[in-house]
């Protein structure tokens, strides 16, 4: 595995909320052009983790690479602009603004004004959603909200994406639909970190895994690797 | 020494019980009462009136509290409860019963009312005299803030309000009827602000606008206290009245003013949940650690 | 959906309402000014509502008695005085509105009021600009030197000098200030300073009280150690006068107070229980309490009572108000006309008026009131008792220390003693 | 850009001729009168702007009413050209920014939002009246002028450009002309690149921060922007009254445009500037009547008018005839039909 190709890298990363360690020493390589997913239980400390890839939250200690740039002490918005998107757990779109307005927030900021229209209508058109263009977003379903605010996390260009339970409250069929996207952009050229805890979909998508456990690296390795690591599927796996 | 103990002593009391009422509306409910010093000034005008009229002033000082506090409830239930939930127009209308309540006092009692005499004389220590009835104030401060704590620790209300403080939508899902709690909460800030017209009403010039001179320190207080109405103002009283008795005796009553905003102000960009914020973490790393 | 439809028409009726509103108010009232009337239109401004309205309200009802007698006796020139008079609401901002209305649209002849200083200070301007006589009857701190502007109150040439002698030769030369932190404050504590030096006292402190400031233990343990012989109170508002039952409860009752704000507008000896105010001494041009002696005070008290009976209280600022309206009465009739210079004329004439505390003078140069002072204090129930009287005590300390001649040259603005 | 038919540019429309024609209408008093009432305008669009459009909620807009105000005083009566009056005004509403870019800067990149920021801003506006009220002695001078105290300033000169003073109906036109262009701008603010990362500052700032908008950087800029704003109205104000005092920072002169832009509909400044106009006009009148249940009515107004139409009075008027007249639907709430005008 050569440096170059490691586009995200976590060192000895922890985060300590009071005296409760919500994510500790942990060391994560994602390659660039990966499919990588973090697995684990509730409270795995897997959220926490994206928030402080995105610099929601500041690591208490440890340091976050991106691009072999140290981007520990970066703002939010600097990271988006060295090209790392997120999409959250719960959706973080505009409920009172419609469709349009809410791709339009996100793409404008990173495409030249005269190209806007456009590439809101490619994204809408991959996201399956064109014909919901003016819709309030109050009014979509919970899959179509997932969906354009993935669309959106894609308007800012990023070379990773950062995907918080992606086909989270879909159905089997709007979750195959997430999957083929996901598997898509990923071809593109897309780096994509994900978490899921829905086995068969990981399964499906995921070529390389990382597995928590209360805030702590459990194991790690292909997808098959996990499947059969007898410990993970005791603390994790057998439960779910 | 004993001078600047008696000092401190007023303004943490001034301190206290001008905010009580305000940090417990604010605190439990989320609302900016810009009545605040309204309520403070009819607890005042009941207390002096019903004394005048040949009324015990401890018993008048109970009247006020109930007058207050039902005059809150009546405000609730016909203004406040059609708002839980939006601090922003809470402001707004608020400021508009303020003015109701500053002028209406004024058409019905005219500009101003005979005062009462401050009961209870003066000790004398060292050759100088204090006022017992302020090192009472003081005393009822830290009593009352007491009570509140019983109030909000071992009563079901106090359970039931905290828990609708914390989480409303949870604590409705379990059963508690919030908005009933938030009325009592109301009417409560409104009886403690009551009182605290009462009890100031004998030492101060009574006039409809008695309650402008709380406002600014009950703000203060709450702000540097933050959300809890308990901790909140008991630490930000106690720091508050440290640095104005400080200032004030060694610049000056107009540092002493200025000093508590200048306060308010760096405690709200450094840590904006306040005291009860700083608390609140303290205690969680103890308990986790 | 009738209903709604119903709901919809309505909330546009009010559009066109509140529109039309706009427009009318616009227009309606600029068609009514009339300067051919029968009457002469006098502005007042007094606070009725605010911070200000205890003394504003006395100030407003002595300015409808005053305009009522009058009437009584026939009028001015053949009209009536028509008395328009807005609530100012203790609100600077609200004074420059209504100057620049009664001036503008209701076309008043002249202007009486504002209680503060700073009141005074937002329309004194307005009245230069409009050439519109302007009365500000009130006690303040003196300097105003306008050729629009005539005071009929008290100034420290009337109350600070003789009251500040008084309490050095009765009590001893150690005096301490505590004043207002503001204008009023800041120079009347001046005043106090010059006249301690020039009598051969010494001033021990001078302390500033922010407007608002209502808890005094650190200024009153301050005045304890500094054992002064007088203590001189300049402190305004309901707020700042919470100092006398904190002094009452921890001061020192043996040290004599001195003011000129105290008892004689607020009536503060009245409205505290004893002895918040006992042992005060307090000069004014005019004291309710002066009628156990004088009878001209006596005949405006009752007449004020009778007027209105619910009345607290009948002060020096509405004695100023109403010797005011008199005087420019007195001024109207002998010019013969409303025109502001011919009344003006008139009054630099040295007219005067033998008002409710004897006679009242204007003083040509300066614009301000040669008038008696009477001086009082209370005992330990707070009962006044009045000691002495100085007759005719002249406003000069414009015209004499400033060269201020308004009958010679114009000028307008406020000289203080600071630099 | 294209302009949609709808109620409230109608409104706005006919508001803006009215107010051109008004001068002939009506006598010298109401001109000058209604110039008052417009200068105030400003500090509620101050508001509508940095709360309606940006929500940031602030009780601070009176303390660049005030410094503004105090800055243009003592820049002129110390500079004593009166030429350079415009120069003043100019200054002043960039140093109204400025102070604002600082304290936004102070508040934002801190993490102080909500209703923190009215309660910061509430201090600092008390902060500045204490002191500002104690400036009295000979000490407070600036250049040649005394910052007096309680009693402020006075005689402060009008705006001259070249030899041309503006007093009477030319100061209302001059109002009116810099009104009408801060409408526009504002008009057109909403919908450009910078208003709509606004309005999703306003509606979720985490989710802004995560499409790459530096969120404290646009809030100081918005906050800048309205700082100037109510700059404006203050300095207009003391060209209108040739004076300024402390009391423009007190509670009172803080709390009325939060009022006057919550009761109106806040996220709407043709609703800002017709129901400013209105209260001050419908105040001064009850006023000037000198009934003492003046207050009382206001007070019942406002409670009422927050009680029975949450989203503003004004605001919920010209919603009603949008849905009458022109059957307009679209709850969004940049409120325009998507593709066609964004």
């Known amino acids: 595995m050569s440096k170059e190709a490691v586009l995200l890298e976590l060192r000895h990363v922890g985060k300590y909320f009071g005296g409760l360690r919500a994510v500790d020493d942990i060391n994560i390589k994602v390659e660039s052009g990966d499919l990588h997913c973090l697995l684990g239980p509730n409270g795995a400390g897997k959220s926490t983790i994206f928030k402080m890839i995105m610099g929601i939250y500041k690591p208490t200690n440890g340091s976050v690479f991106f691009n072999q740039r140290n981007v520990t002490h970066l703002k939010s918005w600097d990271r988006v602009k060295l090209g790392i998107s997120i999409k959250m757990q719960t959706p973080g779109v505009f409920g009172e603004l419609t469709v349009y307005e809410n791709m339009k927030i996100a793409v404008q900021h990173f495409t030249r004004h005269a190209e806007v229209k456009s590439e809101v209508s490619r994204l809408l058109e991959l996201l399956m959603i064109r014909d919901l263009k003016d819709e309030l977003v109050d009014n979509l379903s919970h899959g179509q909200q997932q969906w354009l605010e993935i669309g959106m996390a894609l308007a800012c260009k990023p070379k990773l994406l950062l995907l918080d339970e992606p086909a989270a409250g879909m159905g089997p069929e709007e979750t195959d639909r997430t999957a083929e996207l996901i598997r898509q952009l990923n071809q593109q050229g897309i780096t994509i970190l994900f978490i899921d805890h829905d086995m068969a979909f990981v399964k499906k998508l ?30 994790y796996l057998g439960k779910s | 020494m004993e001078d600047l103990l008696y000092q401190f002593m007023n303004n943490f009391a001034f301190l206290i019980l001008s905010a009580i009422g305000l940090a417990v509306i604010f605190g439990m409910m989320k609302i900016i009462n810009l009545a605040h010093g309204e309520f403070i000034m009819l607890g ?39 708002l839980y939930g939006r601090t922003l127009d809470s402001v707004v209308v608020t400021w508009g019963v303020s003015l109701v309540m500053q002028q209406g006092i004024l058409i019905l009692f005219g500009p101003s009312l005979e005062t009462l005499s401050t009961p209870l004389g003066s000790i004398s220590i060292g050759g100088s005299d204090y006022s017992l009835y302020r090192i009472l104030l003081f005393v009822t401060a830290i009593v009352l803030l007491i009570l509140l704590y019983l109030l909000f620790t071992k009563t079901t209300f106090g359970l039931h309000s905290r828990a609708a403080m914390q989480n409303a939508e949870i604590a409705r899902s379990m059963g508690v009827n919030t908005n009933r709690i938030y009325s009592f909460t109301f009417s409560i800030g409104a009886a403690l602000a009551g009182l605290t017209g009462a009890l100031y009403a004998p030492t101060m010039a009574v006039s409809p606008t008695f309650g402008g001179g709380f406002l600014m320190p009950s703000f203060v207080t709450v702000i540097v206290g933050g959300a809890n109405p308990l901790i909140g103002p008991s630490l930000s009283g106690g720091v508050l009245g440290v640095v104005s008795t400080g200032l004030d005796a060694t610049w000056g009553t107009f540092f002493g003013r200025l000093g508590l905003l200048v306060v308010a102000i760096l405690v709200i960009r450094i840590m904006p949940l306040g005291f009860s914020g700083l608390v609140e973490k303290l205690s969680v790393r103890k308990s986790r650690g | 959906m009738n209903n709604r439809k119903k709901r919809k028409s309505l909330s546009l009726l009010l559009v066109f309402v509140l529109v039309l509103a706009g427009i009318l108010s616009g227009c309606g009232k600029s068609s009514g000014s009339n300067d051919d009337s029968k009457t002469i239109k006098l502005g007042v401004l007094e606070d009725r509502s605010g911070d200000f309205s205890l003394v504003g309200i006395q100030k407003y009802h002595a300015a409808q008695l005053a305009v009522e007698e009058i009437n ?31 001036i503008l649209q209701d076309k008043v002849a002249a202007i009486m009021g504002a209680f503060s200083s700073a009141s005074r200070e937002a329309i004194r301007p307005i009245m230069d600009q409009n050439k519109m006589l302007y009365f500000y009857n009130n006690q303040y701190e003196g300097g105003v030197a306008d050729n629009m502007t005539f005071n009929t109150g008290a100034i420290p040439e009337h109350q600070m000098v003789p009251l500040i002698q008084y309490m050095i030769k009765k009590f001893g030369p150690r005096v301490y ?91 503060e000896h009245k409205r505290f229980a004893a002895p918040a105010l006992a042992n005060m001494y307090v000069t004014a041009t005019f004291m309710e309490e002066l009628d156990q002696k004088y009878p001209s005070a006596k005949k405006f008290v009752d007449k004020f009572y009778k007027k209105f009976p619910n009345d607290k209280y009948v002060g020096m600022e509405a004695e100023s108000e109403y010797t005011g309206i008199m005087l420019w009465a007195k001024a109207v009739k002998k010019a013969k006309s409303t025109d502001t210079d011919k009344v003006i004329k008139a009054l630099e004439s040295g007219i005067s008026y033998d008002g409710p505390a004897g006679p009242v003078t204007i003083d040509p140069k300066t614009h301000h009131a040669i008038r008696n002072v009477y001086l009082v204090h209370t005992d330990a129930k707070q009962k006044v008792h009045i000691d002495t009287e100085w007759k005719d005590v002249k406003p000069d300390w414009l015209s004499k220390e400033k060269n201020v001649d308004l009958t010679k040259k114009q000028e307008a603005k406020q000289y203080t003693p600071l630099k | 850009m294209l302009v949609k038919l709808n109620t409230e540019n109608i409104v706005a429309v006919l508001i803006f001729l009215f107010f051109f024609v008004y001068p002939v209408l009506v006598d010298a008093y109401s001109v000058m009168n209604l110039a008052y009432f417009l200068s105030m305008v400003f500090l509620s669009l101050s508001l509508s702007l940095i709360w309606g459009y940006c929500g940031i909620f602030s009780f601070g807009q009176a303390v660049f009413f005030g410094i503004s105000g105090y800055f243009y005083a003592v820049f002129t009566l110390n500079s004593g050209i009166t030429t350079l009056t415009p120069l003043g005004l100019i200054l002043g509403v960039l140093i109204g920014g400025v102070i604002a870019w600082i304290l936004g800067y102070f508040m934002f990149y801190g993490g102080v939002n909500d209703v923190f920021v009215g309660l910061i801003t509430l201090c600092l506006t008390l902060v500045l009246e204490t002191f500002m009220g104690q400036t009295a002695g000979d000490q407070w001078m600036i250049g040649q002028v005394n910052l007096g105290g309680f009693n402020g300033i006075n005689s402060i000169p009008s705006l001259q450009i070249g030899s041309f003073i503006l007093t009477g109906n030319s100061f209302y036109y001059f109002v009116l002309l810099i009104l009408l262009a801060v409408f526009i701008f504002l008009k057109w603010f909403e919908f450009s690149k910078l208003g709509i990362a606004v309005v999703a500052i306003r509606e979720n700032r985490e989710r802004t921060k995560l499409l790459g908008y530096n969120v404290p950087f646009i809030q100081s800029l918005v906050f800048a922007m309205g700082g100037a704003l109510a700059s404006l109205s203050g300095i207009f104000y003391v060209l209108w009254g040739n004076y300024i005092t402390p009391s423009a920072f007190g509670l009172a002169s803080a709390t009325i445009p939060v009022v006057l832009v919550a009761a109106g509909g806040r996220k709407n400044v043709t609703a800002a500037l017709l129901f400013t106009v209105l209260y001050y006009w419908f105040s001064q009148t009850l006023s000037a009547s000198g009934s003492e249940y003046a207050l009382i009515i206001l007070g019942l107004v406002l409670i009422v008018a927050i009680l029975f139409v949450p989203n503003g009075l004004i605001a919920s008027l010209f919603h009603a005839g949008d849905q009458l007249f022109f059957r307009e639907h679209s709850k969004s709430l940049l409120r325009k039909k998507g593709a066609k005008t964004l």
């Not at chain 1, 390795?221 to 059969?228: A, K, R, S």
């Not at chain 3, 203790?90 to 420059?96: A, E, I, L, P, V």
């Open chain 1, 206 to 235: 995921a070529r390389n895994t990382t597995v928590l456990h209360l805030g702590r690296k459990f194991a790690e390795g292909t997808v098959e690797e996990i499947e059969t690591n007898q410990q993970v599927v005791d603390i």
């Open chain 3, 177 to 267: 200030t505590i004043a207002a932190d503001y204008n009023f404050g800041q120079i009347s504590a001046q005043w106090v300073k010059k006249t301690v030096e020039a009598n051969g006292g010494k001033l021990v402190n001078e302390e500033f009280i922010p407007l608002g400031v209502s808890q005094f233990s650190s200024t009153i343990s301050r005045i304890k150690k500094a054992k002064p012989d007088v203590l001189v109170t300049l402190l305004v508002g309901q707020d700042q006068s919470s100092f006398y039952e904190q002094w009452s409860k921890s001061g020192d009752k043996s040290i004599p107070m001195a003011s000129t704000v105290n008892m004689a507008q607020a009536y």
């Open chain 2, 44 to 82: 005042a005008y009941i207390a002096t009136l019903a004394t005048k009229a040949g009324i015990p002033l401890l018993l008048s000082i109970l009247l006020s509290v109930v007058g207050v506090g039902i005059f809150g409830l009546i405000v609730d239930r016909l203004i406040i409860s059609r």
């Open chain 3, 72 to 102: 009584k006796q026939g009028g001015l020139l053949g009209k009536k005085v028509q008395m328009v008079a807005p609530d100012t609401q203790s609100d600077n901002k609200r004074y420059q509105e209504m100057a620049k209305r009664l």
